[in-house]
């Protein structure tokens, strides 16, 4: 290294940093690299001179302290310049200037990662402590993690503004600022959680310590004397202990490493404040850690450990036959010490310990989210797969030496499902990856999705159906009243990319429809109130007369055709002799419903017949006659419900009937209505499928009603066919169309 600090002219040493930083800041670096470092740190000493950031700390000073934090995680030479580079934009008037004189000097990729930075600037504003609910505040800051991983196409990013955070924090320690409170706040809240889900251990504990101190400095200082206190002691302690340990673990053939786990001022007051404990009773102010090769010596390692100290009861938790949720596996005892304080001692495999250090074991879970973590989500499961991968690719990078390769992984880990997009009040809103306006109005609020007209994407106006991107700013144009548009369900148009929204629009028609066919039926009913005098009649009486629940289900159906003038007449007039009422019979007629031989009425000639419209009979269903008043004999299926009835109240009225001609003849001689239905789960294209399996068997469709609710559809379809066997055919067919349930007569 003391070649490489000569081979740099002594005034550019001294300029720029100490032999002894420039040592640590290429270590591990190729000479051509190493070189590479000099240039940019004789670059950005002439370039950024006495500037200062917003936090008045000198640019050249944060710039050499993100490089040091970058070589003490081992990072790559790329990202090594990158951090040296970080402010280069800002000195520029031409973003394309600065972009080419990096290609050219450094490489493509330092300046992808200069970008990627300056682009992660613009979330700044958003980073701050949120007020509001705590589940709100605590959703929207689990988005603002999310979003800045996701809207960087390099983890290498992310990382280096983890740097970038933690320089600012030391920064503020010897140089209090204005800004030093809520810099912690939004450290502890956004930048410390992400430090752990990448295994970036001694970021995040540097992140939460140096946080806590600005934002709660008495307590801070009050555990940091209390530790101070008991330093030496501790010291001692622990190396007194651990030899003890080792010396007997060897003794029974026990190959292990043991050492001291440190303990964080911030994870100490956590423990005090979550188990509302004092400090005395904080077990594992001293704790050992003891790491062996296989699965019984953790068991065989904890009998000499209790064979050792006293155990407390109560405090020991194994995690290795049974693991916490996510697969987090160690023994956890306490024990008492000789001089009657307790300590923790945690035994696992190596095995183990590796994979609780990659994040395998999305370690970051269970101890952010505690028992949440059972209830996550498949979409948060998906994201914590990749979370864990990019931890892992984090530890291999000692193991990676082809530094292409390892830009290849990165992309491969790339969170591309997901885009976060902005409100115009600074709120994140996530997105699938391809979403519209119109999908993020729908997000906002259903109601600004029904009225939206119009979009613009970082204040410029663009079509509805534009695709969004991460970190736009997106400001809905609506008006004051209307709806959605039918184009939007259009899947060729691109409207709508998500199922929410277009679950959303389907909502809104199919609740119109219902509106008109309620009007429709209110209409019904009160013109025939009005007719027979009686406007003052108490509408939910006569729907319970009815049989309906209230007033609007009546409605509904009469606005369907389900209720007929007639029987409004009855439940008003009380006349007992026809209740229950009979339903309306067909006004238009088809040829079964003709008066001819197909239909026999047992003891009469030739009369005037018509199949009920309740239940549709179809040879050969068995069938019976009710003779009406004025309109001759209905004929009905004899299970028919409101045959039944009919003929509970009126069984002098009731006739015998019987199919005439059932066979080949009398299917070539006429056709009857049917009622079918069917359950189906809804998608685009259903009714078109179905109606072709109608059209491709010759069945003429009089009647279709649909209704689609939660990503499922009901339909009914009034056909006409010759009988009881094509009607089975045509059930199964229906059956057999892809996303229909079930399908029946009705």
């Keep these: 290294m003391v070649s490489v600090v000569h081979a740099l002219p002594q005034s550019t040493v001294h300029a720029a940093v100490s032999a002894d930083t420039l040592a640590l800041l290429v270590a591990g670096i190729p000479p051509e690299g190493q070189r590479q470092i000099e240039r940019a740190l004789a670059l950005v000493t002439g370039l950024y001179g006495g ?59 330092p300046a992808r990662l200069v970008d990627g930075l300056h682009r992660l600037k613009g979330l700044r504003l958003l980073m701050r402590p949120q007020t509001g609910a705590s589940a709100d505040v605590t959703a929207q800051t689990e988005t603002l993690r999310k979003m800045l991983l996701a809207m960087v196409e390099d983890i290498r990013v992310v990382l280096l503004r983890l740097a970038s955070r933690t320089q600012t924090l030391r920064y503020f320690t010897d140089h209090p600022g204005r800004e030093r409170e809520d810099v912690a706040h939004e450290s502890l809240e956004i930048y410390a959680p992400l430090a752990n889900r ?21 307590t801070y200082k009050r555990i940091a004397r209390m530790l101070d206190e008991k330093r030496v002691e501790r010291e001692q ?71 050792l100290w006293q155990p407390i009861n109560g405090e020991f938790d194994d995690y290795i036959s049974h693991p916490k949720g996510n697969y987090y596996r160690s023994l956890h005892t306490a024990v008492m010490a000789e001089d009657g304080r307790p300590f923790e001692v945690q035994i696992r495999t190596q095995e183990m310990h590796r994979h609780a250090e990659l994040g395998v074991a999305a370690h970051w879970r269970y101890k952010e989210a505690g028992s949440q973590s059972k209830s996550a989500t498949r979409a948060d499961s998906a994201y914590d797969d990749k979370i864990a991968w990019l931890r892992q690719l984090l530890s291999w990078r000692d193991e990676i030496t082809d530094s292409a390769e390892w830009v290849q992984q990165f992309k491969r880990a790339a969170l591309d499902d997901t885009i976060y997009v902005l409100t115009p009040q600074g709120r994140v809103i996530d997105l699938a990856r391809g979403a519209t306006p119109i999908d993020f109005a729908y997000r906002v609020h259903t109601d600004l999705g029904h009225r939206c007209r119009g979009a613009r994407v970082n204040g410029q106006m663009v079509p509805l159906n534009t695709p969004l991107a991460s970190g736009q700013r997106i400001e809905i144009v609506s008006t004051k009243q209307g709806g959605p548009s039918r184009d939007w369900l259009n899947l060729t148009q691109g409207y709508l990319a998500t199922s929410r929204a277009r679950q959303k629009v389907k909502q809104w028609f199919t609740a119109q429809e219902e509106a008109e066919t309620l009007a429709q039926g209110r209409n019904l009913v009160g013109r025939e109130l009005q007719r027979l005098g009686q406007t003052q009649a108490n509408i939910d009486e006569l729907a319970h007369k009815l049989g309906y629940k209230n007033g609007d289900d ?92 009919m003929a509970a109240h009126n ?82 067919l229906v059956k057999d169309v892809p996303g229909v349930v079930d399908a029946w007569r009705a």
């Design 51 to 109: 500037a200062t950031l917003g936090t008045d700390e000198p640019t050249l000073d944060h710039a050499i302290g993100m490089a040091m934090i970058a070589a003490s995680l081992n990072l790559d030479l790329d990202t090594r310049l990158a951090a040296l580079l970080f402010a280069i934009a800002d000195h520029f008037g031409d973003q394309r200037e600065w972009r080419e004189k990096l290609d050219a000097e450094y490489g493509a990729t």
């Design 198 to 218: 990448l295994g970036v251990w001694q970021l995040k504990w540097e992140l939460e310590d140096l946080s806590f101190r600005f934002i709660e400095p008495e």
């Design 237 to 307: 302690f622990i190396v007194d202990a651990v030899a003890r340990l080792k010396s007997e673990l060897s003794a029974s053939g026990i190959d292990a490493e043991v050492y001291g786990r440190p303990k964080h001022i911030y994870s100490i007051r956590n423990k005090m404040h979550g188990k509302d404990i004092d400090f005395g009773e904080v077990y594992d102010v001293r704790a050992l850690r003891v790491l062996v090769n296989e699965v019984n010596e953790c068991y065989a390692a904890l009998g000499l450990v209790h064979h």
């Design 554 to 645: 009546m409605y509904l159906a009469g606005g369907r055709g389900e209720l007929g003038t007639r029987q409004i007449q009855v439940a008003v007039r009380g006349e007992a002799e026809a209740l229950p009422v009979e339903p309306e019979i067909h006004t238009k007629r088809s040829k079964a419903a003709e008066t001819d031989s197909r239909i026999l009425v047992v003891g009469v000639g030739k009369i005037l017949t018509q199949l009920g419209r309740c239940c549709k009979p179809v040879p050969p269903d068995p069938i019976s006659g009710f003779v009406t008043r004025g309109k001759g004999v209905s004929i009905h299926r004899v299970e028919c419900k409101s045959f039944k009835g």
């Design 651 to 732: 069984p002098e009225r009731v006739i015998g009937a019987e199919w005439g001609n059932v066979g080949e003849t009398a299917k070539q001689e006429g056709l009857y209505a049917v009622d079918i239905a069917l359950d189906a789960q809804d998608r685009q294209g259903l009714l078109r499928d179905i109606s072709e399996v109608l059209s491709r068997e010759k069945i003429n469709v009089t009647a279709v009603k649909t209704l689609s609710r939660a990503g499922s559809a009901r339909m009914s379809f009034t056909v006409e066919m010759n009988g009881v066997a094509q009607l089975q055919r045509i059930l199964k």
